[in-house]
């Protein structure tokens, strides 16, 4: 069992102060409403571990929030602040140091201010170095709250995909440029749809040409992309080593449908 005993000297502002000394009103707008964001760092041997990281991860939190970074809130200056809390609270070994940023200011739901303050508070541990858990972890899956499912898809209209590239960009002459100008913007929207998708289904078919699907199917697989192919026994041969790479292979999209709902919610 790790104990942990607050300490009561903090940093407000960059100020250090007994915490019995700040007042409620300086902190209440962010603990009320939430409007913040904190850090927990852990102290071993009397040094806090990867602050750095964790002075990105709150600048990207403020970003984010859009509160303003102080001209005080610097990486610099924070580590100085909380060598200077650790040992005025006299911790040589193991701790905990709690960094919390918070809209300053009043207002209600909309603030009216959006300007940064920030507390540091320290904790002594019982011990020094990290511990796991020697009982194990209990694991389950929670059903309750399902993640939403958005489908992305490239452009269907064959002839705006042919021609998306001299409609914006300008006639071309030669062919060639023609169709490279329109491939280069299509693959925008491909593959960016393809890198965000958790689950790729490639269908192949009269409508849908082999070159294109082949080339999105095989960008798929190189991200490690969960792959659905969808095709008729016609293409089996040509598409012997997609089929082999894929996850499962369909021939209906009823086949396509049943699997992403088993994926999904584990039922058929």
């Given at each position: 069992?790790i104990?942990?005993?607050?300490?009561?000297k903090v940093?407000?502002?960059g100020?250090?102060?007994?915490?019995?000394?700040?007042e409620?009103n300086?902190?209440?707008?962010g603990?009320s409403?939430?409007?913040?964001?904190?850090?927990?760092?852990?102290?071993?041997?009397g040094?806090p571990?990867f602050l750095?990281?964790?002075?990105k991860?709150?600048?990207?939190?403020?970003?984010?929030l859009?509160i303003?970074?102080?001209q005080?809130?610097r990486l610099?200056e924070l580590?100085?602040n909380i060598f200077?809390?650790?040992?005025?609270?006299?911790?040589?070994?193991?701790?905990v140091?709690?960094?919390?940023?918070?809209?300053?200011?009043?207002?209600?739901?909309?603030?009216?201010?959006?300007?940064?303050?920030y507390?540091?508070?320290?904790?002594k541990?019982?011990s020094?170095?990290?511990?796991?858990?020697?009982?194990?972890?209990?694991?389950d899956?929670?059903?309750?709250l399902?993640?939403?499912?958005?489908?992305?898809?490239?452009?269907t209209n064959h002839?705006?995909?042919?021609?998306?590239?001299?409609?914006?960009?300008?006639?071309?002459?030669?062919?060639f440029w023609?169709d490279h100008k329109?491939a280069?913007?299509?693959?925008i929207?491909?593959?960016?749809a393809i890198e965000?998708?958790d689950?790729?289904?490639?269908?192949?078919?009269?409508?849908?040409k082999?070159?294109?699907?082949?080339?999105?199917a095989?960008y798929?697989?190189g991200?490690?992309k969960s792959?659905?192919?969808?095709?008729n026994?016609e293409?089996?041969?040509?598409l012997?080593?997609?089929?082999?790479s894929?996850?499962?292979?369909?021939?209906?999209?009823d086949?396509?449908?049943?699997i992403?709902?088993?994926s999904s919610?584990?039922?058929?």
């Amino acid at each position: 069992m790790i104990y942990l005993q607050t300490m009561n000297k903090v940093c407000f502002n960059g100020e250090i102060l007994n915490v019995e000394d700040i007042e409620l009103n300086d902190v209440r707008r962010g603990f009320s409403f939430g409007d913040g964001a904190f850090e927990t760092i852990k102290i071993v041997n009397g040094i806090p571990l990867f602050l750095n990281y964790h002075y990105k991860r709150l600048s990207s939190a403020l970003k984010k929030l859009k509160i303003d970074e102080d001209q005080h809130f610097r990486l610099e200056e924070l580590k100085s602040n909380i060598f200077n809390l650790i040992e005025l609270n006299h911790i040589q070994e193991g701790g905990v140091v709690r960094l919390s940023v918070f809209r300053t200011g009043s207002g209600t739901y909309l603030p009216n201010s959006n300007k940064l303050s920030y507390i540091i508070e320290l904790k002594k541990s019982s011990s020094n170095l990290y511990q796991t858990n020697n009982k194990g972890l209990k694991i389950d899956v929670f059903n309750d709250l399902l993640k939403p499912i958005n489908f992305l898809s490239p452009n269907t209209n064959h002839e705006l995909s042919d021609d998306v590239g001299i409609k914006i960009l300008g006639d071309e002459d030669n062919k060639f440029w023609h169709d490279h100008k329109s491939a280069k913007i299509n693959s925008i929207r491909t593959k960016n749809a393809i890198e965000q998708s958790d689950i790729v289904i490639v269908r192949f078919g009269e409508k849908y040409k082999q070159w294109n699907a082949a080339f999105d199917a095989g960008y798929a697989i190189g991200l490690s992309k969960s792959l659905i192919v969808l095709h008729n026994d016609e293409h089996q041969h040509a598409l012997k080593e997609i089929d082999a790479s894929a996850s499962a292979v369909t021939k209906t999209v009823d086949e396509v449908v049943r699997i992403l709902q088993y994926s999904s919610t584990k039922k058929i």
